[in-house]
Nanobody, 123 residues
Framework: QVTPVESGGGSVQSGDSLRLSCVIR??????????AGWFRQAGLGREAVAVI??????TYADSVKGRFTISRDNAEDTLFLQMTSLQPHDTGVYYC????????????????WGQGTQVSVSS
């Protein structure tokens, strides 16, 4: 059973930083190729923000490149998203998710989702 649990959201002002954490028990135990990612939902759909494959390869949305960093602590089964220079358009519910199939950039490939954590950025 793979169960992501996010934490670290909050209400901040433009230019501030936040660090999101996600504890994901069990996602590495299968030995299969996997991808863990952060998605943001500000309306109807969930858009990919950043993902990291089991080989360490990372991909970022153009809107967050240079400001956000995805990383993981394999020993602690924890995924992180360091967010800097936050802007109002970064506002949304951030979800942590795990996929074992392609395409890694699509929310439809992710089978395991956390409950989400709210990030609100005011100008």
């Amino acid at each position: 059973q793979v169960t992501p649990v996010e934490s670290g959201g909050g209400s901040v002002q433009s230019g501030d930083s936040l660090r999101l954490s996600c504890v994901i028990r069990g996602y590495m135990s299968s030995g299969a190729t996997y991808c863990a990612g952060w998605f943001r939902q500000a309306g109807l759909g969930r858009e990919a923000v950043a993902v990291i494959k089991n080989d360490g390869t990372t991909t970022y949305a153009d809107s967050v490149k240079g400001r956000f960093t995805i990383s993981r602590d394999n020993a602690e089964d924890t995924l992180f998203l360091q967010m800097t220079s936050l802007q109002p358009h970064d506002t949304g519910v951030y979800y942590c998710a795990v996929a074992y199939r392609y395409p890694w950039w699509s929310a439809s490939a992710y089978d395991y989702w956390g409950q989400g954590t709210q990030v609100s950025v005011s100008s």
